[in-house]
């Protein structure tokens, strides 16, 4: 019975759900030219899988190959871009990226959802009790300049969640953006300014970006 509740508890914590969308009406470009029209998602592993219908066999597509993706998600079309990422460890990574907007310096987002998983434990008479489970959504960004196949990250500001304990996780979103911000963008004054005095918040990030690729120099 003990060795059970151990088998319960260890499933219980490894129950994360993360969501995954299902093949879309998708359009990929490559960098030779080629385009094709059909069903498509992005794969864990950050790669395109495609069919061309329902009925067709799925074809994996590696993404250093390709230079951008269109998906109808609802009615609406994401724009991606195929860009590469530097680690920490010098190592060049292909990403696709939802194109926000265009200038001297280019922003780029993704977005990450999901379900953190549930916690678990006995209480009397073997009963289990469980918190945790909370969904979350947050919201990558990078930065890249004009007319650059490489970007580099900006940070993880934007934050949903329904868990308070695991909010603490991403805690005082707006100093840490501050912080990054006036590091990144320290050459326009004028922009430094107004993200001091907290004029521009890390909800207009957006903003921010128009406004050094307009009025900085």
């Known amino acids: 019975m003990r060795k059970l509740q151990i088998l319960i508890i260890i499933g219980t914590l490894l129950s994360g759900n993360f969501m995954f969308a ?8 490559f960098k030779n030219g080629d385009t094709i029209k059909g069903l498509a998602k992005i794969a864990m592993n950050g790669k395109i899988k495609y069919r061309e219908n329902k009925k067709s066999e799925t074809k994996t597509f590696d993404l250093r190959k390709v230079t951008k993706l269109k998906i109808n998600n609802k009615g609406v079309t994401e724009n991606y871009d195929c860009k590469f990422l530097v ?17 001297k310096i280019d922003l780029y987002k993704i977005n990450l959802s999901g379900t953190n998983p549930s916690f678990g434990f006995f209480g ?13 959504s947050i ?9 650059s196949d490489f970007v580099e990250k900006f940070h993880s500001f ?15 979103p707006e100093k840490r953006f501050r912080k990054a911000a006036t ?11 107004l993200i001091k005095n907290k004029t521009l918040k890390k909800d207009d990030i957006q903003e921010v970006i128009e406004f050094y690729n307009k009025k900085c120099e």
């Not at 919201?139 to 007319?147: D, E, I, V």
């Not at 934007?158 to 005082?172: H, T």
Request: net charge positive; charged share 25%; aromatic share 10%.
């Open 87 to 103: 680690n920490k460890k010098s190592e060049v990574k292909p990403i696709l990226l939802i194109t926000v907007s265009k200038g």
């Open 158 to 172: 934007d934050v949903m969640l329904d868990n308070n304990l695991i909010g603490l996780i991403f805690s005082n």
């Open 22 to 29: 299902q093949k879309q009406r998708a359009t990929i470009i």
């Open 139 to 147: 919201n990558n960004f990078y930065l890249g300049k004009k007319g």
């Open 124 to 136: 009397n008479n073997n009963s289990i009790h469980e918190f945790g489970g909370s969904s979350y």
């Open 183 to 193: 590091e990144y963008f320290k050459d326009c004054s004028k922009l430094v300014d």
